[in-house]
């Protein structure tokens, strides 16, 4: 079966830090991969997602930038981080584009 | 107009009793659709989705949509307190884009013992 990990789970980073944050799924090939954000209260936001390696569509302009090196791995970076950047950031995988997206443990994020 | 509306709540049912989610979406060419479950601090989980018009039903859940009413609900029979949590409707394949996962704000729902 497919499994789907997300490291870290929290995270406490100075503003102006930079920030990688990895995801990585199992038991699957070629996946749809997503980054999600979700600020306190708020709705789920897409920032990327990946149709393959090297492949990355950004859907909100900011100071975050997603990566595949690799096909079942994805990562999100920052140079560095914006008080605005805290959130609850999650990963998620499909099979296709139209096909159910599963989500990661996700990983809480805080900017001091 | 918001993409996908759903009523924020908090919806409280008895236990045992039905829930019944609603969420509307405005793209009439949306294709998907999906219902997540998501407790306090955690992420989303899938519950159910639907393609068809109709109704899907996998144990205590029924999935139902009409096309024609852009209208999709989720009832869930027997409910318990463990069901309490905020219910997140999503869809795709609308006209803005095909892997676009647009979601709704939640309905929170609380079911007392």
């Known amino acids: 079966s497919q499994t789907i990990h997300q490291w870290p789970a929290t995270l406490v980073q100075p503003v102006g830090s930079p920030l990688s944050l990895e995801c990585t799924v199992e038991?699957?090939?070629?996946?749809?991969l997503y980054w999600y954000r979700q600020a306190a209260g708020r709705g789920l936001q897409l920032l990327f997602y990946?149709?393959?390696?090297?492949?990355i569509s950004s859907e909100v302009p900011q100071n975050l930038s997603a990566s595949r090196p690799q096909d079942r791995q994805f990562i999100l970076s920052s140079k560095k981080l914006l008080l605005s950047d805290s959130g609850f950031y999650l990963c998620?995988?499909?099979?296709?584009?139209?096909?159910?997206?599963?989500f990661g443990d996700g990983t809480r994020l805080s900017i001091l | 107009q918001k993409e996908v509306e759903q009523n924020s709540g908090p919806l409280s049912v008895p236990e045992g009793a039905i829930a019944s989610l609603n969420c509307t979406y405005s793209?009439?060419?949306?294709?998907?659709f999906f219902w997540y479950r998501q407790y306090s601090g955690k992420s989303p989980e899938l519950i159910m989705f639907?393609?068809?018009?109709g109704d899907k039903e996998d144990g205590r859940f029924t999935a139902q949509l009409n096309k024609a009413s852009q209208y999709v609900s989720l009832l869930i029979r027997d409910s318990q307190p463990s069901d309490s949590a905020t219910y997140l409707c999503?869809?795709?394949?609308?006209?803005?884009?095909?892997?676009?996962?647009?979601f709704g704000s939640g309905t929170r729902l609380l079911v007392r013992p």
């Open positions: 793209d009439r060419g949306s294709q998907s």
């Open positions: 639907i393609y068809s018009n």
């Open positions: 999503a869809v795709i394949g609308g006209r803005k884009s095909s892997y676009k996962l647009i």
């Open positions: 038991g699957t090939s070629n996946p749809n």
């Open positions: 990946s149709v393959g390696i090297g492949q």
């Open positions: 998620a995988w499909s099979e296709s584009s139209n096909q159910p997206q599963h």
